[in-house]
């Protein structure tokens, strides 16, 4: 077996032990760890079509951050819209470019929140005209959001909107001046002030389960593959016959005339 620690044995053997190491501590951990976060997200989106509308102040404190129970779930506040909307830019809905409409919103208790009140389709740089909220004081059912994670990318103002990559309460309060809780406020369709309801996600069909078993699988099959190649290399060394085996092939000797008649005639 000493072939083993020759340098081209040596590497294979790193690197099978390596993918092998990344398969088990890495990959498949992190796609349990990814299964087990979509499941969540896919029970949050059942609670949200399943669970009664409530006043937000029964899930969330005033001024905290939603958990993940509040996840999704429908609320009930009422209070008026303020001044100085602005956009989440570059987002998918239904496949098709969008910006989401954010519009800070003045609960009657006193707390600021951020009010998703659907999405507009941009074509290139120039927005469709987006209807302003309705004034006085409203009630609106909505499905409460977390934030989401910011991003170093800095807002810009574009067809006179200031418009954000990311919607973050601690990134979008700064810029409108005002003291806005974390998390922000989904509408469902036909609220008042909705322009185009973002609709749900579908349920993720979360193969994440799968992917993590065939990281596992892999790392199996690299290691079983480097033991077939070490047990066939050792065969074929051990079937080979040793250096001091073989010598010389030893010369033919001189023909006679009988072994040329032989060839010739037959003997």
Not at 39 to 64: I, M, Y
Not at 186 to 199: E, F, I, K, S
Request: proline letters at 12%; charged letters at 20%; a negative charge.
């Amino acid at each position: 077996m000493r072939f083993l620690l020759r340098p081209g044995w040596i590497a294979l053997t790193l690197a099978v032990a390596g993918f092998a190491f990344g398969c088990y501590y890495l990959l498949a951990p992190w796609q349990f760890h990814r299964s087990d976060e979509r499941d969540g997200e896919n029970a949050a989106l059942v609670r949200a079509v399943s669970t009664a509308a409530v006043p937000r102040g029964e899930l969330v404190p005033r001024g905290a951050e939603p958990d993940a129970d509040a996840a999704w779930r429908q609320v009930i506040v009422t209070g008026t819209y303020q001044g100085g909307e602005v956009l989440a830019r570059l987002r998918s809905v239904d496949g098709s470019a969008a910006s989401e409409v954010l519009t800070p919103f003045r609960t009657t208790d006193g707390e600021t929140l951020l009010v998703d009140r659907g999405y507009v389709r941009p074509a290139g740089t120039v927005l469709p005209p987006i209807a302003p909220p309705p004034g006085g004081v409203v009630t609106l059912v909505a499905y409460q959001r977390p934030d989401e994670s910011p991003t170093d990318r800095a807002p810009i103002d574009q067809a006179g909107y200031r418009q954000f990559y990311a919607i973050d309460a601690a990134q979008i309060g700064p810029a409108l001046g005002l003291p806005v809780s974390p998390g922000y406020l989904q509408l469902l369709p036909d609220q008042p002030g909705t322009v185009t309801a973002v609709p749900l996600p579908p349920p993720d069909p979360n193969p994440s389960y799968s992917y993590a078993w065939q990281w596992l699988i892999f790392g199996v099959m690299a290691i079983g593959g480097w033991f077939y190649f070490v047990r066939l290399e050792y065969r074929t060394r051990k079937d080979e016959p040793p250096d001091d085996a073989t010598g010389p092939t030893p010369e033919p000797g001189p023909r006679t005339t009988a072994d040329v008649l032989a060839d010739r005639y037959g003997r």
